[in-house]
């Protein structure tokens, strides 16, 4: 139950950091769209993999930057 309260608030904290924030830019970096690259005004960049299902999350606190598994941290 503690590593799905941790989960719920890092991802809180995205959401909050993207709700008010136009999103400029959402490409798609592979011709299958797997990998995908989404960019905030505010800052704040994702990357999301989808054929290995990870994420990378820039300019959020309670992500590193690096990429990891959304619900188990940096691999």
């Not at 719920?8 to 924030?21: P, T, V």
């Not at 005004?41 to 994420?55: E, I, P, Q, S, T």
Request: aromatic fraction near 14%; include cysteine.
């Amino acid at each position: 139950m503690n590593n799905r309260l941790q989960w719920l608030r890092r991802w809180s904290a995205f959401y909050q950091a993207i709700a008010y924030s136009e999103m400029i830019s959402h490409e798609f970096l592979t011709g299958d769209r797997m990998l995908q690259h989404v960019q905030f005004a505010n800052g704040v960049a994702a990357d999301f993999d989808m054929r290995k299902g990870l994420c990378r999350i820039k300019g959020v606190t309670a992500f590193s930057g690096n990429w990891e598994l959304p619900h188990k941290g940096v691999l």
